[in-house]
């Protein structure tokens, strides 16, 4: 472990998060690679009492990470780029964005966003190569670069740099910033995405910890940041996604601060998340939610009960490689994502398949690891489960009927979504 603070250098000395080893949480496995051995790193997060910057360190190489072979492409969930659509209207509109203007969005992945600003001059920046092509198929301009201070000097100046949940996945974190006021116009702003640290610790979220996600920001931390790159965060927006997202506006120059910046710097201060204390809770009711879903799992295994996990999402993965759990507990995975389709979980190695295979095996309760799209999740369950129930070799499952129900809980039990399906009168 390097024990040094990422933003402010201090001695990294309190741990408060233990998940012990895991396999990067997105280095899906195929058939031939289960013969092998496969690769676990420390998964241990820790805050800096100086900044109080919650983070992990860079055990694998970040361009291992986001390689060639990256499997996440933003536009498989209708929910996320709902969400980018909206982004871009209001950003457009609110900048007064036009064809003399440029924009800039850094990890453009598979051009969800960009899409979205025809007419304007944009550029991504994306090093995957998998999601770069889909972005170029899009018509959008990408270099398959990472973004550092020296990529930033050869760009065009801005007048909006975008970066979604890229915050996390920099290692050099310091450079990033400072490469963000490079490419940034003197009038520029710069927004940011990144889901709240208050929520991860206050809902349980903590299985958004993984490799990718070096750093986990409250809004103190990241003015903090930003504030010693010359960068000055003067707004901020309250988000939904991902369980509770922030979205900061930030400028070379010191502009008026909003009564959202004031209203949730009070908020963090109130739950203590400008001190240590905020914190400690964090590793208890982490050991405390593995208790409870080993339990359930064994109590449905018991029952000879079939349950699967519907989103091969890297969320899932950190709970699955958390409370180890296989595939004897887990039948299989369902995803979207032809890139992830007959592809095996890292750690657990359960398989992927797609959403018709449910049809073959048809499961008595479902899981749903992402729980941050889990209203698109649902209806699509409904979907499948409504054409299983109209096809005559069916008939068997009793009555014609089949009942859906989940059971959501914003909690401090956990964050997570069930689907228990009842089948009429077998």
């Given at each position: 472990m390097n024990n040094k603070c990422k933003n402010c250098g201090s001695i990294l000395k309190?741990?408060?998060?233990?998940?012990?080893?895991?396999?990067?949480?997105?280095?899906?496995?195929?058939?031939?690679?289960?013969?092998?051995?496969?690769?676990?790193y420390p998964l241990k997060v820790y805050l800096c009492q100086n900044c109080f910057l919650a983070q992990v360190d860079e055990y694998k190489n970040v361009k291992e990470i986001f390689s060639k072979n990256y499997v996440y492409f933003s536009s498989y969930?209708?929910?996320?780029?709902?969400?980018a659509k909206s982004y871009a209207e209001m950003i457009i509109k609110k900048l007064d964005l036009n064809k003399s203007s440029q924009v800039i969005e850094i990890a453009a992945n598979d051009g969800y966003l960009l899409q979205f600003f025809k007419g304007i001059p944009s550029i991504g920046i994306e090093p995957t190569s998998s999601t770069a092509k889909v972005a170029k198929s899009r018509g959008i301009e990408i270099i398959e670069k990472f973004f550092n201070k020296a990529l930033a000097s050869n760009l065009p100046k801005a007048d909006l740099i975008i970066g979604n949940n890229v915050l996390a996945h920099v290692p050099n974190i310091r450079d990033f910033v400072a490469g963000v006021r490079i490419a940034l116009k003197k009038d520029g702003v710069a927004n940011f995405e990144f889901p709240h640290i208050l929520n991860l610790i206050k809902y349980n979220q903590f299985d958004s910890i993984y490799h990718e996600h070096f750093y986990y920001y409250s809004l103190h931390s990241v003015i903090d940041l930003f504030k010693r790159e010359n960068?000055?965060?003067?707004?901020?927006?309250?988000?939904?996604?991902?369980?509770?997202?922030?979205?900061?506006?930030?400028?070379?120059?010191?502009?008026?601060?909003?009564?959202?910046?004031?209203?949730?710097?009070?908020?963090?201060?109130?739950?203590?998340?400008?001190?240590?204390?905020g914190y400690l809770s964090l590793e208890s009711n982490m050991q405390k939610i593995k208790i409870d879903?080993?339990?359930?799992?064994?109590?449905?295994?018991?029952?000879?009960?079939?349950?699967?996990?519907?989103?091969a999402a890297a969320k899932g993965n950190t709970l699955l490689n958390?409370?180890?759990?296989?595939?004897?507990?887990?039948?299989?995975?369902?995803?979207?994502?032809?890139?992830?389709?007959?592809?095996?979980?890292?750690?657990?190695?359960?398989e992927v398949k797609n959403k018709d295979f449910i049809k073959e095996q048809i499961p008595d309760y479902i899981w749903i690891p992402a729980?941050?799209?889990?209203?698109?999740?649902?209806?699509?369950?409904?979907?499948?489960?409504?054409?299983?129930?109209?096809n005559p070799k069916n008939s068997n499952m009793g009555g014609g009927s089949m009942q859906i129900y989940h059971h959501y809980s914003k909690s401090k039990n956990y964050h997570q979504t069930y689907h228990h399906i009842q089948r009429g009168a077998i």
């Amino acid at each position: 472990m390097n024990n040094k603070c990422k933003n402010c250098g201090s001695i990294l000395k309190l741990k408060i998060a233990d998940l012990s080893f895991a396999p990067p949480s997105n280095s899906f496995l195929n058939k031939d690679d289960l013969q092998n051995a496969e690769s676990y790193y420390p998964l241990k997060v820790y805050l800096c009492q100086n900044c109080f910057l919650a983070q992990v360190d860079e055990y694998k190489n970040v361009k291992e990470i986001f390689s060639k072979n990256y499997v996440y492409f933003s536009s498989y969930s209708s929910t996320w780029v709902a969400h980018a659509k909206s982004y871009a209207e209001m950003i457009i509109k609110k900048l007064d964005l036009n064809k003399s203007s440029q924009v800039i969005e850094i990890a453009a992945n598979d051009g969800y966003l960009l899409q979205f600003f025809k007419g304007i001059p944009s550029i991504g920046i994306e090093p995957t190569s998998s999601t770069a092509k889909v972005a170029k198929s899009r018509g959008i301009e990408i270099i398959e670069k990472f973004f550092n201070k020296a990529l930033a000097s050869n760009l065009p100046k801005a007048d909006l740099i975008i970066g979604n949940n890229v915050l996390a996945h920099v290692p050099n974190i310091r450079d990033f910033v400072a490469g963000v006021r490079i490419a940034l116009k003197k009038d520029g702003v710069a927004n940011f995405e990144f889901p709240h640290i208050l929520n991860l610790i206050k809902y349980n979220q903590f299985d958004s910890i993984y490799h990718e996600h070096f750093y986990y920001y409250s809004l103190h931390s990241v003015i903090d940041l930003f504030k010693r790159e010359n960068l000055y965060i003067y707004d901020v927006d309250i988000l939904k996604t991902h369980g509770g997202s922030l979205r900061i506006y930030a400028s070379k120059n010191k502009k008026q601060i909003s009564k959202n910046i004031i209203n949730i710097l009070a908020l963090e201060k109130k739950y203590n998340l400008d001190n240590k204390d905020g914190y400690l809770s964090l590793e208890s009711n982490m050991q405390k939610i593995k208790i409870d879903f080993l339990s359930l799992l064994l109590k449905l295994k018991k029952n000879n009960k079939k349950v699967i996990a519907y989103g091969a999402a890297a969320k899932g993965n950190t709970l699955l490689n958390y409370c180890g759990i296989k595939d004897d507990l887990i039948a299989y995975a369902i995803d979207n994502s032809p890139h992830k389709q007959n592809l095996f979980l890292p750690g657990s190695h359960i398989e992927v398949k797609n959403k018709d295979f449910i049809k073959e095996q048809i499961p008595d309760y479902i899981w749903i690891p992402a729980w941050n799209i889990k209203d698109e999740i649902i209806k699509e369950v409904e979907s499948i489960f409504k054409a299983i129930l109209s096809n005559p070799k069916n008939s068997n499952m009793g009555g014609g009927s089949m009942q859906i129900y989940h059971h959501y809980s914003k909690s401090k039990n956990y964050h997570q979504t069930y689907h228990h399906i009842q089948r009429g009168a077998i």
